[in-house]
């Protein structure tokens, strides 16, 4: 599968990204999203009904998107068999390939088809569940077990004179009965990551013993994704919902700004939990892969392979320590550019926090604990700040500045990061295009210095840090270009 797929959006072209293999198997793989909290059988709010309850020519099983609300094909495109509209209907199929098969001989755990490890982030629901394994990742395992919501969901609105306002209203008792409310960027994040970044539930932490046995690593990046999962259109009704405004649509740039911090804040708090340790060892995937991951061999003359990282730079402003691992730090590089914009003050002291965490790393786990939950603290913060204000499209140039300074290009160091900066990049184009800020025709201009910047990381065992800052601000240049 080519990476292009990754990047169709609505008023894109499907160019070839390569790079982003690695993303689309891991959408595959490892694709269910279902919080922990909406798991419970107990009672109709937390029944799981199965894809076949919203599977009717009458509800979201058209051929066609003709509906007059929704477009009612939703189904289908959930259904698409190659595309990354249609990972999540594959994520338990992809259980019984030779990939998976071997995966799981390395880890020992049986057929990984039927295996706890497996199933919390390829099938709906959990332990009890009632949907069928070959649902993969259902409709509920987004929008909620339906059993308390389903019957006020498929019914129509009666003959109230304002028909919109009841609509409304049944929507809200909805979201009381169960539903999530997905429109809104920081519950929309919180669903995600329990399975695109990982979470405490069973079968739902992707670690580096998994990764090890073949699974691929786990990115994530919200706006990019939803664009790929968006199996619904943004019609006057979804406006009201999110904003109560029948025109309003996605602010992409809030979404990609949440995610950031939701993936960080996750990070961190998984960091402090158990899961921060297996064994006498720490959990090697919070660590950055390609501080250890490189050839070993002896030579006369050693050669110095790593790239000195600015961001790094401790408390008390020591250099990292060159051989111990640092801290997988792709999601904070991004959260940084986002933070000088939304809060200077915040952005100060995420910076201060941050080099109090890396310092620490240093000394022992105790120390790194309590650092974490101070920049939690921080990044938890920027989230509210996120989600509670608006992005322009002149803040998305504003962001694109932001993601190329030195401050920030510097510390694209690493392949992780690397990714997350030409996504956000990506992500931000899209949003002057939505914004209306640049034209579609002059965005496509600009997609060769993008595919460019894609290309630099087509391959991790080939990264060159240097080469992708170069590439990546070519594309730069050709943005600001269009302000």
Known sequence: MTTDAIRGRGERPWAAIAAFAVLLLALAIAAVVAAPPARSQGGEAGRYTGVASCAGSTCHGRMEGDGTVVLQDELMKWQEPSTPGGAHSRAWAVLTNSRSQFIARNLGIGDPSKASMCLGCHSTGGPGRVTPLEDGVGCESCHGPAGGWISSHYAGVGTNADPDREMRDKHLSNLRAGLRKLEDPVVRAGVCVDCHFGSKGEGQFVTHRIMAAGHPRISFELDLFSSLQAHHREDDDYG?????????????????????????????????????????????????????????????????????NPGRIMAGGEKWPEGIPPYNDENLIMLSAAARLASPALADQLAARTAAFHKAMTVDRASAVTAAAQLAQTVSALKATFASRSFSGTDAFAMVDAISAPAINDRLTDYSGSIQAVMGVDTLLNAMVSSGRITVGAAAGIRADIDRAYTAVRDPNAFKPTDFQAALGSAVRSIRALR
Do not use: N
């Open 240 to 308: 009201w919902r999110k904003f109560g405004a029948p025109k309003a649509r996605t602010d992409h740039v809030q979404m990609w700004a949440v995610g950031q911090a939701t993936a960080l804040e996750r990070s961190l708090d998984l960091f402090q939990s158990k899961r921060g340790t297996e064994g006498m060892f720490p959990e090697f995937y919070f660590l950055d892969c390609h501080s250890c991951h490189r050839r070993i061999f002896d030579q006369a003359k050693p050669l110095r392979t790593g790239v000195d």
